[in-house]
C-alpha cells in the first residue's frame, strides 16, 4: 500500500515472514496498530474480500496460508528514506465478514506483538539466588528464537537473596511474572519492534522520562501546526501517598514506612510536593518479610506509579503532516497551548490507522503536573 511519501510493507508466513501476493496486498483497506507502555501492543489489518472465477471455492485471504492464524506479521512503514518496523507478532484471530453486494466482503486479521508467545505457558519454577533483573534476563534470553534482546535496567534498591532464608518462586506465565517483578520496583515491561525486521527490544525498567525529545506537537500555530486535535485534562485525584510499617527482617523491629515526595525525573515546573501527598489520598502499605529499605523503594515505586500520569492530553494527527511517526514510550514536546500544559511529556500509547487516503496516529501524553520543566521544546 502506497500514499504520497509513505510506503506500507507487510511481511508474512508461518516460519519466515516474506511479502504476499500482490493481489492480496492490494486488498488490503486498512492496518491499524497500538503501542502502549502498558499494555501489550496489537494490529489490525482488513482486507477487501471477493470471489472470482480463479477463487469461486473461498476468498483468496482466506486460503493464504501467510494469514492465517499464529502466522507471524512484520509491518514497516517507509517514511523518507528508511523503513521503520512498526510491530512484530503474531496472528491471533481471523474474521471474515461476508456481503450480498459484490465487492462489500471483509477479511480482518488481528494479532499481538512477539510478548505473546510468553504468555501461552504457566510455570511453576525457582529462580534461586537471582535479583529481580537478573531474572527479568534469564526469562528474556529463553526467546532469543523470536529476536527479542533483553534491555534490563537495575533497580536503585535490588535485594539478592541468600537461598538459605528465601527462594523467589514463580507461579505465573513468564509475561505476567516479568510485569509482577517490575511493578515491584515501578517499572514496567514492553516490546520494542526494531530498528530491523526480526529483531525486538525487550525493555524492563523504569518509564523513559530522559532522553532526546521527538519532534514537537504544534497546536494553533499557523503554518507550523501539525496536530489536528488535541485536549488536555487534570487529574488530582490520582496522586497518593503509601504509608504503614513493617517488621524489618534483620532487626526484627516494627518501623515506619511512608514514600516522598515524587522521585521521577520531572516534566513539569509544578510536580507534586510533600504536602500534595500528606493531604491526598493515602494507600496502606502491607507486606512482610521485607528489609526497611526495600519497604521503602517497594512504597516509593508505587506512590510515583500513581504521580506521573497526573496530566494527560490526548490528540491525533496526521503523519504526513507531522513530517514522522510519532514513538511511543519516549518523550516529545507539546507547544501552543499556553503554560500550563506547553513542555515535554512522556507518550503513553499511539495508534497507527493507516489507509489509502490516510496515515493517522491517535496518541495518549501524560506527566506529573502542570507547568513545563523547560523553557523550550525541540521542534
Known amino acids: 500500500m502506497t500514499l504520497l511519501g509513505i510506503r506500507l510493507t507487510i511481511l508474512a508466513g508461518k516460519t519466515i515472514p516474506t511479502p504476499p501476493p500482490r493481489a492480496i496486498t492490494e486488498s488490503i483497506s486498512s ?10 501492543s496489537g494490529f489490525q489489518i482488513v482486507f477487501q474480500a471477493g470471489r472470482d472465477r480463479a477463487n469461486f471455492l473461498d476468498f483468496p485471504q482466506l486460503t493464504n496460508n501467510q494469514f492465517k492464524p499464529n502466522s507471524r506479521v512484520q509491518i514497516l ?5 528508511m523503513p521503520q518496523v512498526l510491530i512484530d507478532g ?22 499481538e506483538d512477539i510478548s505473546i508467545k ?8 525457582e529462580h534461586t539466588g537471582l535479583s529481580d533483573d537478573k531474572i527479568a534476563t534469564a526469562i528474556i534470553g529463553q526467546y532469543a528464537q523470536y529476536g527479542l534482546v533483553p534491555k534490563v535496567v537495575k533497580p536503585a534498591s535490588f535485594d539478592v537473596p541468600n537461598p538459605s532464608e528465601r527462594t ?9 511474572y516479568l510485569k509482577a517483578i517490575a511493578k515491584r520496583h515501578g517499572y514496567i515491561f514492553h516490546i520494542i519492534p526494531g530498528p530491523a525486521p526480526g529483531v525486538n527490544t525487550a525493555y524492563w525498567g523504569p518509564s523513559i522520562r530522559q532522553g532526546v525529545p521527538q519532534k514537537a506537537l504544534s497546536h494553533n500555530l499557523g503554518i507550523h501546526s501539525n496536530v489536528d486535535s488535541l485536549k488536555f485534562r487534570y487529574e488530582a485525584l490520582k496522586r497518593k501517598t503509601v504509608a504503614g510499617k513493617v517488621q524489618d527482617k534483620f532487626t526484627n523491629q516494627t518501623l515506619p514506612v511512608i514514600s516522598l515526595s515524587s522521585l521521577l525525573s520531572n516534566l513539569s515546573s509544578n510536580p507534586p510536593d510533600v504536602t500534595d501527598l ?5 494507600e496502606t502499605y502491607r507486606s512482610k518479610g521485607k528489609s526497611l529499605a526495600q519497604a521503602y523503594a517497594e512504597a516509593q515505586a508505587r506512590a510515583d506509579e500513581t504521580n506521573r500520569d497526573v496530566v494527560l492530553a490526548e490528540g491525533e494527527l496526521n503523519a504526513l503532516r507531522y513530517g514522522g511517526i510519532l514513538q511511543a514510550r519516549a518523550l516529545v514536546g507539546v507547544r501552543g497551548v499556553g503554560l500550563s500544559y506547553s513542555g515535554n511529556y ?25 507547568g513545563s520543566a523547560t523553557p523550550l521544546v525541540k521542534t
Open 168 to 176: 523467589p518462586t514463580q507461579q505465573a506465565t513468564d509475561l505476567k
Open 90 to 111: 503474531f496472528i491471533t484471530d481471523q474474521q471474515l465478514s461476508p456481503s450480498t453486494g459484490a465487492g462489500g466482503s471483509t477479511v480482518t486479521v488481528i494479532g
Open 31 to 40: 492496518v491499524t496498530v497500538t503501542h502502549s507502555d502498558e499494555e501489550r
Open 278 to 282: 500528606l493531604t491526598g489520598r493515602r
Open 346 to 370: 512522556t507518550v503513553k500509547n499511539v495508534t497507527h490507522t493507516i489507509t489509502t487516503k490516510a496515515y493517522k496516529q491517535k496518541f495518549t501524553l501524560a506527566r506529573e503536573g502542570l
Open 77 to 81: 512503514v517507509t517514511l523518507g528514506v
Open 118 to 125: 510468553m504468555d501461552q505457558k504457566e510455570k511453576n519454577e
